[in-house]
Nanobody
Framework: QVQLAESGGGLVQTGESLTLSCKVS????????LAWYRQAPEGERVLVAS???????NYADFAKGRFAIVRDSAKNSVYLNMFRLTPDDTAVYFC??????????????WGKGTRVTVSS
């Protein structure tokens, strides 16, 4: 079973940047569709960005032009580069992996999350 470990969260000010990292365990990194989700206080968990096994990316409207998801197969990691942060970006950010091979596919795996707080 794959394990995901996020890091990089913290407290930043409006307009600053932050990069989140997610380390994916095991040796099947290339077979996972990867994504970042976030959950604001008293909110639902929503998709921020995704990158599939082909390298195609998809972004939520609020992330377009400000966030970038990057897969690094050499490091078994996926990153979320965030720019021009605002208080609305305050949330716990979760790394997600979904397998594309195996007896059962599309199983969702989650990290424990990393908190991002943007002060005004």
């Amino acid at each position: 079973q794959v394990q995901l470990a996020e890091s990089g969260g913290g407290l930043v000010q409006t307009g600053e940047s932050l990069t989140l990292s997610c380390k994916v365990s095991g040796n099947a990194f290339r077979f996972y569709n990867l994504a970042w989700y976030r959950q604001a206080p008293e909110g639902e968990r929503v998709l921020v960005a995704s990158a599939d096994t082909y390298g195609d990316t998809n972004y939520a409207d609020f992330a377009k032009g400000r966030f970038a998801i990057v897969r690094d197969s050499a490091k078994n990691s996926v990153y979320l580069n965030m720019f021009r942060l605002t208080p609305d970006d305050t949330a716990v950010y979760f790394c997600n992996a979904r397998n594309t091979v195996g007896t059962i596919t599309n199983i969702n795996y989650w990290g424990k999350g990393t908190r991002v707080t943007v002060s005004s």
